[in-house]
Each structure stands twice: as structure tokens, then as C-alpha cells.
């Protein structure tokens, strides 16, 4: 299983996080920004990096609060490359508030 954060890089690595209490991210996961599944003109582009790891099993994606971490579903989705990815629908928000383990930097 690979958790795939999707939230700005700067909010991953743990150098801002406007929302919840503590800043960083998920122990284990990997950062792809959501942003960085659309092209210039807004529209969804593959997504190798994740494509590739979804080979290798379980994918979770996750954000702030579990809506943007869609984006990623969806552009898996569109290009034919959801294989077994999930969402998990508390993402950060939830993780901090259950008491979960911190992970800072990239």
C-alpha cells in the first residue's frame, strides 16, 4: 500500500499547514500536488508517478480533508489507471485528529 498526499508540497513537508493543528504529513506517504494533474488549460493529465506505484499495489490517496485527494482518483480514473486506489476520506484532518504519527520534510 502507498499513500499518495496530494496537498501543496509545503503542507506535506510540514512548513505550513493553515488548518489543522500540527503541519506535515502521513509517515510513509509520498507528496503529488493535485495541481500538478492538470495542464495549463485546466484539464487532466496522466499521472506517472502515481500510475506507477499502483502497479505495485494499494493506492491511498489523501489530502487535507479527503475532497482535493479526488482529483487524484478522478485523473487515475480518466486515463484508465485506477487499478486499486482508495481515498481516505478523513485524510490529514483526520489522521492529526486521531492521534496518528507526524512525518515533516519531504
Known sequence: M?????RAPERFRGESEP??????HIPGAVNRPWKALLD???????APE???RA?????????????TACVGLLALAAHG???DARLFPGSWSGW???GGDVATGA
Open 40 to 46: 495549463d488549460a485546466g484539464r487532466l493529465v496522466r
Open 50 to 52: 502515481i500510475d506507477d
Open 2 to 6: 502507498t499513500i499518495v498526499d496530494v
Open 55 to 67: 502497479r505495485a499495489g494499494t493506492l491511498v490517496l489523501s489530502c487535507g480533508s479527503g475532497v
Open 19 to 24: 488548518l489543522d493543528p500540527a503541519a506535515g
Open 96 to 98: 492529526v485528529a486521531a
Open 81 to 83: 489507471d485506477a487499478l
